[in-house]
């Protein structure tokens, strides 16, 4: 079992950043690779980005890439998200998910949710 708590949203000017945080708790929590989705109203849930176990390997969704840096601190059991550059588009929900072995852009095959932190970009 693991526990996911996001953190760090709000509300932010065009242009803007902003640094999520996902603590992770539970059991063997290094065993999972970790990713971020998003979901904006009447959209479906979108993969942002992934970080793998070790934190040496990073995805991202085309559109943020270049915007998006996903990274992990396996001491502290903490994903992040720093989101540079922020669109009015990027304006959603986000939330931190886990799985074993090596993270995919499907949210279906995620085990474990946070329970989301939202994101407002305003023009």
């Known amino acids: 079992q693991v526990q996911l708590v996001e953190s760090g949203g709000g509300l932010v000017q065009a242009g803007g950043s902003l640094r999520l945080s996902c603590a992770a708790s539970?059991?063997?929590?290094?065993?999972?690779?970790m990713a971020w989705f998003r979901q904006a109203p009447g959209k479906e849930r979108e993969f942002v980005a992934g970080?793998?176990?070790?934190?040496?390997?990073?995805n991202y969704a085309d559109s943020m890439k270049g915007r998006f840096t996903v990274s992990r601190d396996n001491a502290e059991n903490t994903v992040y998200l720093q989101m540079n550059s922020l669109k009015r588009e990027d304006t959603a929900v986000y939330y931190c998910?886990?799985?074993?072995?090596?993270?995919?852009?499907?949210?279906?095959?995620?085990?474990?949710w946070g329970q989301g932190t939202q994101v407002t970009v305003s023009s």
């Open positions: 970080v793998s176990r070790s934190g040496g390997a990073t």
């Open positions: 539970g059991r063997a929590v290094n065993n999972y690779a």
């Open positions: 998910a886990a799985r074993l072995l090596f993270v995919v852009k499907v949210a279906t095959s995620y085990d474990y």
